[in-house]
């Protein structure tokens, strides 16, 4: 047998498991509504969790320097693909992180997968990884072929536990901030204790908290109070919060000039694009000069906990925009979500290997634009479409 048949044959273990993904073509997207096979929905699934992504000064921002730049950035950054408007993006990062330095990167995925497999050529590095981190950082560690060890869910115990065992003699502890389908946001403070103890340090994926956590851009580690000396490294995005693209990882001088010179995803990828690096300088200034868009969000997210609570259906307690609704089997997910969408919310059911078996779930999204009345039908056609599912 050969690639077409067997692939074929995969495809249908895929369907037999309700595992099968396929994408949502929108048509259209004008803030919170989105238009899919010519049906109005409201989005309660995009990540644009500060509603910046059609912000008026930031696609005035990205069109003006495109008419100078162009759009594409044409090469790598280490050729001809590096501007000024990238050289103070990262000026402008490491100085809201408090950080050295910082890295711009095209995604979140070639990020952490940079760093990751950056770090593992260090003799004698050994990485300590919370068991549901992004697959981004497990695929890091996989293609390095670094020496790993993963420690249960948040739990100080067990990471405590192998770094006791360890006689590696660089240990680095890698773990998410706000953790992208749970929601839940990360002991980093006793975390933080461990690894001082434990003579390790923190790697720290704050994709899902840089923009929401802390004061403007200063991301989770600062509204922990962590430094730069226990935490040398960490990992953001701007397709979250800040409603665009790309990434970054920022901190100590001497380790970013090391990504630099081996992170594979930096050298070899084209560089973000000049207009892009503008939007994001103009998103994080937005941030700064509109706190209320932060204030909303939390308001959204405390009225819409409260809600669930009170009708019965458990959820993560948990500040960060990110609610997931845990339905167990992969079917429910799905049902789930094409009643809500049937019902015009448009909320994606994830489901294996995204998250652990038995734990599929609907992932809604809240932000700022989400209005009263919105948040009110979303709950109204939540719990309705929640309890007839128990019930089947």
């Known amino acids: 047998m050969g690639l077409l048949s067997n692939a074929k044959i995969e495809l249908e273990k ?21 238009t899919i096979n010519k049906k109005r929905l409201l989005n309660f699934s995009s990540n644009d969790y500060l509603g910046l992504s059609s912000h008026a000064d930031i696609l005035n921002s990205i069109s003006s320097t495109a008419n100078n730049f162009g759009f594409g950035s044409s090469a790598s950054p280490l050729v001809c693909g590096k501007s000024d408007h990238h050289q103070r993006l ?24 940079g760093m990751v497999t950056a770090l593992s050529l260090i003799e004698g590095v050994e990485f300590y990884v919370d068991r549901l981190c992004h697959a981004s950082i497990l695929d890091g560690l996989i293609l390095s072929r670094g020496r790993f060890k993963r420690y249960a869910h948040n739990d100080i115990e067990s990471l405590e536990g192998l770094l006791n065992k360890s006689n590696a003699e660089v240990k680095l502890v890698l773990t998410e901030s706000v953790f992208s389908m749970g929601g839940e946001i990360c002991p980093l403070a006793e975390i933080s204790n461990i690894a001082i103890k434990q003579d390790a340090q923190l790697l720290v994926d704050d994709a899902h908290g840089f923009g929401v956590m802390g004061e403007g851009c200063q991301g989770t580690l600062a509204h ?59 998103a994080i200034c937005v941030i700064d000069k ?15 906990q409260k809600e669930m609570l009170k009708h019965g259906i458990k959820i993560q307690n948990t500040n960060s925009p990110i609610q997931p609704i845990i339905v167990g089997s992969s079917n429910n997910a799905i049902k789930l979500s094409e009643r809500l969408i049937a019902r015009g919310f448009f909320v994606v059911g994830i489901r294996p290997p995204t998250v652990p078996e038995g734990t599929a779930r609907i992932r809604i999204s809240l932000n700022s634009n989400h209005q009263p009345k919105e948040l009110a039908a979303l709950i109204d056609a939540l719990v309705s479409e929640y309890r007839a599912l128990e019930i089947e």
């Open 14 to 34: 895929i369907r037999n498991r309700n595992l099968f993904r396929q994408a949502a073509i929108l048509e259209q997207r004008n803030n919170n509504t989105i």
């Open 290 to 304: 509109e706190p209320q868009r932060k204030l909303k969000l939390l308001e959204n997210i405390k009225y819409f």
């Open 90 to 113: 990262e000026e402008m990062i490491a100085f809201k992180t408090g950080r050295d330095r910082a890295l711009l990167f095209p995604s979140g995925y070639q990020a952490n997968l």
């Open 224 to 282: 922990f109070g962590i430094s730069q000396e226990v935490a040398p490294l960490m990992t953001g995005t701007f397709g979250k919060a800040l409603g665009l693209q790309g990434a970054f990882v920022a901190g100590d001088n001497n380790v970013i000039e090391l990504l630099v010179q081996r992170a594979r995803p930096y050298i070899y990828s084209t560089a973000l694009s000049a207009p892009l690096a503008a939007g994001v300088l103009e």
